[in-house]
């Protein structure tokens, strides 16, 4: 079957820098996406990974090794508006979005 | 508008009754979905649409019907509600004609099913 696993909730300090791991098996593989939801709202585009390594994009970068079915995104320079449930998701050999749970990310100050 | 939009925002509904879930994207995007999102679990998607005209089953279709008459509008029906049909149910779109493989979603529709 197919399978995305990321940890349910992680906290961290405001300032601070965070990884959230993600690793996944499924039937192919056609890219890995990160999207930040916050409670309650709809689930908003943060990157996309098709090939191996590191995309950086402001306080926020995602890196893929697709020989380990891994991912990880790495914010940075934390904020309080950071805290929100990250999704890790794998575009699969027929182009459909197989969706992790989510990790709840907790900002503290 | 500019996006996508979902209606109603939010609804509770008698088991049993029918239900139609609205979905209306202004991006002139080919593929849009229907996932619901429940406590716990990762998005599942529901139905999906390629192109105007065609539909698809995703991997929870069991009590939900779709139509796409145009490339604007992806309704989802609920014809006969059941209380494990209560979830924040998603429309989403992506431009996959232009080899855009990015989903972009409407705000969400919180459905209670009593």
């Known amino acids: 079957g197919q399978n995305i696993d990321q940890p349910t909730e992680m906290t961290a300090t405001e300032g601070a820098i965070v990884q959230i791991n993600c690793t996944y098996q499924?039937?192919?593989?056609?890219?890995l996406f990160w999207y930040q939801q916050h409670a309650g709202e709809a689930p908003t585009f943060l990157s996309y990974?098709?090939l191996d390594g590191l995309e950086e994009k402001g306080r926020f970068s995602s890196f893929l090794s697709r020989s380990k079915g891994y991912s990880y995104l790495l914010l940075k320079e934390l904020q309080m508006k950071d805290s929100a449930s990250y999704l890790c998701?794998?575009?699969?050999?027929?182009?459909?979005?197989?969706w992790g749970a989510g990790t709840k990310l907790i900002i503290k100050p | 508008i500019a996006g996508i939009t979902q209606a109603p925002t939010s609804q509770i509904l008698a088991a049993g009754r029918r239900m139609t879930l609205r979905c209306t994207q202004d991006?002139?995007?080919?593929?849009m979905y229907w996932y619901r999102q429940d406590l716990g679990l990762g998005l599942r998607l529901i139905h999906y649409?390629?192109?105007?005209?065609?539909?698809g089953k995703g991997e929870v279709p069991d009590g939900y019907s779709v139509s796409r008459a145009n490339t604007d509008d992806f309704p989802l029906t609920l014809a006969s509600a059941v209380p494990s049909q209560t979830s924040v149910y998603f429309c989403?779109?992506?431009?996959?004609?232009?080899?855009?493989?990015?989903?972009?979603f409407g705000p969400g529709t919180r459905l209670l099913v009593l």
């Open positions: 989403a779109s992506s431009d996959t004609s232009s080899g855009g493989e990015t989903q972009y």
């Open positions: 991006m002139r995007h080919n593929a």
């Open positions: 649409s390629n192109t105007a005209g065609t539909t």
């Open positions: 499924t039937s192919g593989f056609n890219g």
């Open positions: 990974n098709v």
């Open positions: 998701a794998v575009l699969d050999s027929n182009y459909q979005l197989i």
